[in-house]
Every structure is written in C-alpha cells, then in structure tokens.
C-alpha cells in the first residue's frame, strides 16, 4: 500500500482555491489536508461547525500558515446550500477545485428539509445545486476540476424515475447504491456538456475503496464494529483503508496534470478496496448517456438550479 501514487507526486498547488463538502471528517478532512499541504487554499464546506472548527485546527497544526476558511453548509438543505454557495462567491471571483465530497447512508428512510430522499437529496440533488451555483466561478478558472466522490456501491444501483422519493422500495443499502450512481452518472455527464461547451474545466469521479469513515454511523453495530474493530486488522486492513490512504484518488483525481475528464480513480488492489490510486474504470450504468441526461433534468427540475456552462 505504500508503493504507487502518493501525495508527494502532486504538483503544487499555491494560489489555487478549492471547495471541499464535508471537509470536516474522514475522508473530506484528509482531502482538505492535502491540498493545504500542497499550498492550495482550502473552504472547508460543513454542516457541522464544532467539528469543521476542530477540523481547522487540526490543518493548521500539521500544516502551518496553511490558509482555510469555513462555510456552512448542510447539502441536504437546498436553502442552505444556496446560502453556502452565496457566501463563496463573495470571497472568491474563482474557484480551481471543487471536491463534491460529503455523504450520507441512512439506515430507515428519511425525507429532506425540501421533501426528498434523503440520501439522493443530499449525495445527489445537493452537490448538484452547488456545482450548479459555484458554476461560472468554476469557469472563471485557467483549468478547473469538479471531483465528484463515487463509490463502489454504484454498482449495485438503480434509478426508478417512477419511485424517486422510494416510498415503495427503500432499503439503506439500495438508496445509498442509488444516490452514489446518480453521483457517477452526473460526474460524466458534466464533463460531456463541458466538452460540448468547449470549455477548460472538466469533471471526474473518485472512490475512496473500503475506507474508515463516519458513513457507516448509523448502519448495524455489527457493520461499525466490522470496520473499525482494532481486534479484526489483520484481517480488514487487507481491503479496508483509513482515511489517509482512502483520500489519495480523489487527490490524485484534483491534481494529477495528466488526469483527464470524464476519467476515474480508484484503489488498485483486493477486489478495488484497497491500494493506491489508479486509473479504473467505472460500470456501464455509469455511463449510460440517456440516463444521465434525464437525471441531470430532475436535478434541474427538483433543485431549481439550472448549470450554466456558457
């Protein structure tokens, strides 16, 4: 795990501001560390602000004179993420990263402060208004990236157009494979319609593999004690990562200069849960075209934010 890619193959990235959701914890606070270790200023966009507070210190203590600020920001409340995206704006004419980074999994169906799914309000509809919000700043960059955190579990998704709020089929894993396919079918479809646009920015996905994080919190004991028990690592540390090394394909991802849009990093090892950060492949729903042109619709109908890529 220590051969391959690592932070210290990235360029650096002084002067460059990056937005990061969920910054806070996990893998969002590893994600923010690194960028600040590469120069890069870093808005931490939390909906906690005891523990973005915390998280802050915490960069600033390995990280000396590294230059964060906090924005709160809570991607299940659509109010919240315009208010978020308001308050971006004001400070920054640009914006060279975005990190689409935080998550949910619940584990009983729950709705939204705006009416839906939880899970797809937030992993899905949320990040979409907020790239869509942050959108001409994004351009307003030499060269940005929008990085949209997948996960394996995309996979096993499936989006019922005619069950949207899952009234009738929710369980926490299929809602969670659901809101993590949608991720990965507006990561391509984003970078299709900013070739299309013929701009400079472009978007690519990333997954951390089998990672320690807080988005098992609310799944079975059983599930939390599985993945953290320090009893089990001889066992889990072979397709389980902690946060450090879960964070490297999505930084890979926001910095490599040879990245490319429309690509997707991953883990390279055991089954793709554990390794250093390579270039995979995605599945085929990911990049179904049709699919992700009607989700990208919903996601302009139910957030009312429309991406504006010039």
Known sequence: MKSGWTLADAPPQTGRVAVVTGANSGIGREIALG?????ARVVLACRNPQTSVEARDDIVGKVPGAELEIVDLDLASLDSVRAAAAEIRRHHPRID?????????????????????????????????LTGLLADRLLAAESARVVT??????????????????????SSAGAYSRAKLAQMLF???????????????????????????????????????????PSLRWLTDRFIMDPPDGALPVLRAATDPKAEGGEYYGPVG?????????????????????????????????????????
């Open 35 to 39: 960028l600040a270790t590469l120069g």
């Open 97 to 129: 990263m975005l990190v689409n980074n935080a998550g949910v999994m619940r584990a009983r169906r729950e709705l939204t402060p705006d009416g839906f799914e939880m899970d797809f309000g937030t992993n899905y509809l949320g990040h979409y208004a």
């Open 149 to 170: 955190v997948g996960s394996h579990a995309h996979r096993a998704g499936a989006i019922d157009f005619d069950d949207l709020p899952m009234d009738r089929t929710f």
């Open 187 to 229: 990561a391509m479809e984003l970078d299709r319609r900013m070739r299309s646009a013929e701009v400079s920015a472009i978007s690519l996905a990333a997954h951390p593999g089998g990672t320690r994080t807080g988005v098992m919190r609310e799944q079975s004991r059983f599930l939390q004690w599985a993945y953290h028990a």
């Open 270 to 310: 055991s089954l793709g849960l554990a390794g250093p950060p390579v270039l995979v492949e995605p599945s085929v729903k990911a990049k179904d075209g049709d699919v992700a042109a009607r989700l990208w619709d919903v996601g302009a109908e139910l957030t009312g934010v429309t991406i504006d890529l010039g």
